[in-house]
């Protein structure tokens, strides 16, 4: 989820966990505990930082080790450690108790993303990545705000928090209905598809599509149950040649193959140097694909520069070039 989101539900968990009567005995308790909560509904995104070094790392790591099952259970007891230090009379065990749930409930909502996370790690390196909510739901944090705003008017948090969640579950088994049927509709279009890719967007009816069949891929969006094919392109395997190769031992093409289940690839031979370009179909927007790797190769095959990332038009990709190039 994004970083509003998360930060409305560490609220909500502080507002939660005024259920727990150690936790609802004491103001120290109860401020402790909402502060660890909101911390703990943040901490596992600490990965963002990758990005000052580079899309590379990032792409690779984003979501990974942060929110493995070691890491469920490590940053409980650094928030504790923490927060005991600004609240040295609190509780540490229900402390600890509710950063867990935080942290817990931070990784677990992001599985239901399209992007997902390692959550099974060190068991699997899988990108688990359910699709059915998308990273800013509008419902999911319109709903929070609401119940912080009734909390806020004094309504008894614990039970004002209890049904929000209470909600939250039958919109979450909604949205599981909802690509089932989109699922279905897309079967019905596209009878041999082998794999489909299905994405949430902001709008509540809409949904990405890519679909892998066995000589086509297909993008497109589902509205409800109507299927619109956009692009179709001929599904031909990566060939291993000497540029291709070359391209995939540098780094930012590395991280893109990673993490991208299905995209398309393409050649392009300049005067002075060759282009290999990895184009993602999940992304569509506009009539353009924005989340790619390039690598361009010299007469040698040495790499002269590379990128990976997200790049809506082709003159800001040059410009990316370019600089890495200077």
Request: proline content about 5%; overall charge neutral; hydrophobic content about 50%.
């Amino acid at each position: 989820m994004d970083t509003a989101t998360h930060i409305a539900m560490g609220v909500a968990i502080g507002g939660l966990a005024t259920l727990d009567p150690v936790v609802a005995e004491s103001t120290a308790n109860t401020h402790s505990v909402l502060v660890a909560a909101i911390i703990g509904s943040q901490i596992p995104d600490i990965d963002t930082f990758l990005k000052l070094r580079n899309n590379a790392v990032y792409i690779r790591n984003h979501r990974g080790v942060t929110h493995s099952i070691p890491a469920i259970l490590f940053w409980p007891l650094v928030v504790t450690a923490l927060v005991a230090l600004i609240f040295p009379g609190a509780n540490l065990f229900h402390l600890w108790l509710w950063s867990f749930v935080a942290v817990f409930l931070h990784v677990f909502v992001d599985i239901f993303n399209a992007y997902g996370t390692q959550a099974l790690r060190p068991f699997s390196a899988n990108w688990v990545a359910l699709g059915v909510i998308n990273t800013f739901d509008p419902i999911i944090f319109g709903l929070h705000v609401l119940a912080i705003f009734i909390w806020a008017l004094g309504a008894a948090p614990g039970y004002t928090f209890l049904t929000l969640y209470v909600v939250v579950f039958f919109y979450y088994i909604l949205r599981f209905i909802m690509q089932k049927v989109v699922k279905s509709a897309v079967l019905k279009t596209i009878p041999d598809a082998e794999q489909i890719i299905i994405a949430p967007t902001m709008h509540f009816n809409q949904w990405r599509l890519a679909v892998i069949s066995k000589d086509f891929f297909y993008v497109g969006r589902a509205f409800k149950r109507s299927i619109t094919i956009f692009d179709k392109f001929n599904r031909i395997p990566v060939p291993e040649t000497p540029e291709i190769e070359a391209a995939k031992r540098d780094k930012n093409v590395s991280a893109f193959l990673s993490f991208s289940p299905v995209y398309r690839w393409e050649i392009k031979e300049f005067d002075d140097y060759k282009e290999v370009r990895f184009i993602d179909l999940r992304y569509r927007s506009n009539g353009h694909y924005p989340f790619v790797a390039i690598v361009h190769l010299d007469a040698d095959l040495q790499i002269l520069t590379s990128y990976t990332g997200w790049i809506y038009s082709e003159e800001k990709l040059r410009k990316k070039l370019n600089i890495i190039m200077d």
